[in-house]
């Protein structure tokens, strides 16, 4: 069975730093795109960032220059390095990755990780 499982969240003050880890485990062949997504109270969940296999990535307008995706596809990990934190940026952090095994392909999603920005 495939687990993916976040980890990095916490309490930071506005104008902060974070870094969000998400880690994919199991019989994985490979991983092909990888995501964070956010979820504020009373409000949908919404595409934070993206990032294939070959590196390429794309990023909300709320939160472009201020976060960075990667991965390192030998650990079949993403990163989620956030900096300049807003209040705004309060949310669960969910992974999202799109797992190969031997017998199917899948998007799996991450039990959250909460993020709180105070002033």
């Known amino acids: 069975q495939v687990q993916v499982v976040e980890s990095g969240g916490g309490l930071v003050q506005a104008g902060g730093s974070l870094r969000l880890s998400c880690a994919a485990s199991?019989?994985?062949?490979?991983?092909?795109?990888m995501a964070w997504y956010r979820q504020a109270p009373g409000k949908q969940r919404e595409l934070v960032a993206s990032?294939?296999?070959?590196?390429?990535?794309n990023y909300a307008d709320s939160v472009k220059g201020r976060f960075t995706i990667s991965r390192d596809n030998a650990k079949n990990t993403v990163y989620l390095q956030m900096n300049s934190l807003k209040l705004e940026d309060t949310a669960v952090y969910y992974c999202?990755?799109?797992?190969?095994?031997?017998?199917?392909?899948?998007?799996?999603w991450g039990q959250g990780t909460q993020v709180t920005v105070s002033s």
């Open positions: 199991g019989s994985i062949v490979s991983i092909n795109a």
């Open positions: 990032i294939t296999s070959g590196g390429s990535t």
């Open positions: 999202r990755a799109w797992v190969l095994t031997t017998v199917t392909g899948n998007y799996y």
